[in-house]
């Protein structure tokens, strides 16, 4: 089988103010992968990055930037995120009104497609799409609220990986699933065993206070073979 599984870290958890500093640092830690969220303050109630900042990344940096729109417009947030160098693109099922034209928009880029779903969203609401997918990226806590220390890990998350995988594996095998929310190292292998590919890394991981940058990634690292271990990678 080998699996391989992907550390994303997510850039609004970076320090803002040294950007470039972090980026550097996660590419000598063996990083390839950057997960940048696009929010709009109406979808989810933040708005941490503007598209300047994110085009200044992109002149820096080959690693690959996967872009997660947490927004209403989405058809305006998917064009400046094709202009800001963008690799992959997800978007929310919740707020795509033309689920088909926004993968069609995101195809014709040449980028991966993905769609996200909120915690409480069922799978198969993909029915229709799934086969056009690249990933599908599973919230497993509210978009936009990974701020308050409340708003744990759902309690149905390994639940819904599964229930994920499984679909996935009859209707469109060669699409990854990506998780995002409180992936700490503790539950790593517990993900991956579910049946995770791709693993949004944030305070909890990558970024996680009072241990170093690489310091957290080994952790996560080793988290990660733990649970490739457990399935028989």
């Known amino acids: 089988m080998n699996r391989k599984i992907e550390i994303s870290p997510s850039l609004i958890c970076a320090d803002l103010c040294n950007l470039e500093r972090d980026i550097k640092e996660m590419e ?14 109406q979808f989810s109630p ?5 598209f ?22 989405n058809e305006l947030f998917i ?20 689920v088909q034209r926004m993968i069609q928009l ?9 769609i996200a ?21 599973l919230m ?5 609220y990974a701020g308050n220390k409340n708003e744990g890990m759902i309690p149905y998350a390994m639940d819904k990986i599964r229930t994920l995988r499984a679909y996935l594996d009859e209707k469109n095998p060669k699409a990854q699933i990506a998780v995002d929310g409180r992936v700490a ?11 995770a590919d791709i693993l949004v890394s944030g305070s909890t991981g990558v970024f996680r206070k009072g241990y170093t940058m690489k310091e957290n990634c080994e952790a996560l690292k080793q988290a990660v073979n733990k649970g490739l271990k457990r399935i028989g990678e």
Request: with cysteine.
């Open 52 to 73: 300047a900042a994110v085009e200044s990344a992109r002149k820096i940096t080959n690693l690959r930037f996967d872009v997660h729109l947490m927004t209403v417009n």
């Open 140 to 144: 497993l806590i509210s978009p936009g």
């Open 46 to 50: 933040s708005m941490p990055l503007g």
């Open 28 to 41: 000598s830690c063996g990083i390839t992968n950057l997960h940048i969220d696009f929010i709009d303050g």
């Open 117 to 137: 779903l909120n915690p409480a969203t069922p799978v198969n609401v993909l029915d229709c799409v799934v086969s056009q997918c690249d990933y599908i990226l």
């Open 106 to 114: 995101i195809q014709d880029a040449e980028c991966k497609v993905g």
């Open 185 to 195: 190292p503790e539950v790593i292998p517990d993900i991956i065993e579910a049946g």
């Open 79 to 98: 064009d400046e995120a094709i202009k800001a160098g963008a690799d992959s693109i997800c978007f929310h099922y919740e707020s795509a009104f033309h």
